[in-house]
Nanobody, 119 residues
């Protein structure tokens, strides 16, 4: 069991920046993969960025070069730094923890935080 709590969402103009944080209820040192997903109205949830326990990162093509995922084991926190935001980035962003590779029942989700990019 791990609880995830996101924060940092809000309203921003195109080209602006936001930082999302996800704080876990326990140590994240041994969690296989942590990451961020997003879901816009009428769309399916999609992966945005992830970081593994070994420090490897991965990004979707739509955000690569603009978003950066970071992991702070001491603070049990992952962060998504979002720069050069576009209206199409508007979505609810969810923190995810995949504790054991290949075992879906050990997937945990945060409650989500709204990001709105508009002029």
């Amino acid at each position: 069991q791990v609880q995830l709590e996101e924060s940092g969402g809000g309203l921003v103009q195109p080209g602006g920046s936001l930082t999302l944080s996800c704080v876990a209820s326990r140590s994240i040192f041994s969690i296989a993969t942590m990451g961020w997903y997003r879901q816009a109205p009428g769309n399916k949830r999609e992966s945005v960025a992830s970081v593994t326990s070994s420090g490897n990162t991965d990004y979707s093509n739509s955000v690569k070069g603009r978003f950066t995922i970071s992991k702070d084991n001491a603070k049990n926190t992952i962060t998504l730094q979002m720069n050069s935001l576009k209206p199409e980035d508007t979505a609810v962003y969810y923190c995810n923890a995949a504790v054991i590779p290949g075992l879906a029942k050990y997937n945990y989700w945060g409650q989500g935080t709204q990001v709105t990019v508009t002029s």
